[in-house]
């Protein structure tokens, strides 16, 4: 206000209205300004309520919370943890999601691999199981479950030599017996003994 009134006692009488126009010109550009700042912030503060109040209402929903904790552990083991629950109920399908989402994760886990491998072969997937079971022996040449699991598929498959291979390997792994070489050798008999059986 101290400006205006500056300005208008030092203007000469006989301008024609021009300090006053210039006056009013300045007045309508501090306005402008004023208003397009009191807009600016308005919306800052509208923006910033807007995010704490999506976060809080993200945060305080645990199934939310709990999903992406699950997805981004970033190793894959609750993913692999949840297939095997998987497996056991014999829900192969289900189990090869989690698990291609948990290889996606972590592809270099020889356990993740092989329970790929074991639930396509359970599916009927043979060929996606021999490629799963021979990217866990290529990680972990000496992988139990896998040498076992890919054994029981060529018993399957009827590639007897093949399953008797890793039978040896299986053999000098556990000279003392495992559980994974009893159960190729169960399966080899069982396909001894069984001649008439067509897989």
Not at 114 to 143: D, V
Not at 159 to 184: N, S
Request: aromatic fraction near 10%; glycine fraction near 6%; proline fraction near 2%.
């Amino acid at each position: 206000m101290f400006v205006f009134s500056s300005v208008f006692s030092s203007s000469p009488a006989g301008d024609g209205g021009r300090s006053v126009r210039s006056v009013r010109s300045v007045a309508s550009l501090r306005f402008a300004v004023v208003l397009t700042i009191a807009l600016a912030v308005a919306l800052a503060v509208v923006l910033a309520f807007s995010v704490a109040f999506s976060a809080a209402v993200w945060v305080n929903t645990p199934s939310a919370w709990a999903a992406e904790k699950k997805e981004s552990s970033g190793d894959g083991k609750a993913l692999y943890k949840s297939a095997v629950q998987k497996v056991k109920k014999a829900h192969y399908a289900a189990a090869i999601e989690d698990l291609k989402k948990a290889l996606k994760q972590n592809g270099k886990n020889a356990d993740f691999w092989s329970l790929y491998g074991f639930a396509a072969r359970k599916a009927g997937s043979y060929e996606l199981a021999e490629k799963a079971y021979a990217r866990a022996l290529a990680i972990n040449p000496n992988h139990l479950a896998a040498l076992e699991y890919s054994g029981e598929l060529y018993v399957e498959t009827q590639r007897i030599e093949e399953a008797r291979k890793h039978l040896e390997r299986l053999v000098r792994l556990c000279p003392q017996g495992c559980r994974e070489r009893t159960l190729l050798e169960q399966a080899l008999e069982g396909q001894a003994n069984d001649s008439t059986h067509k897989w």
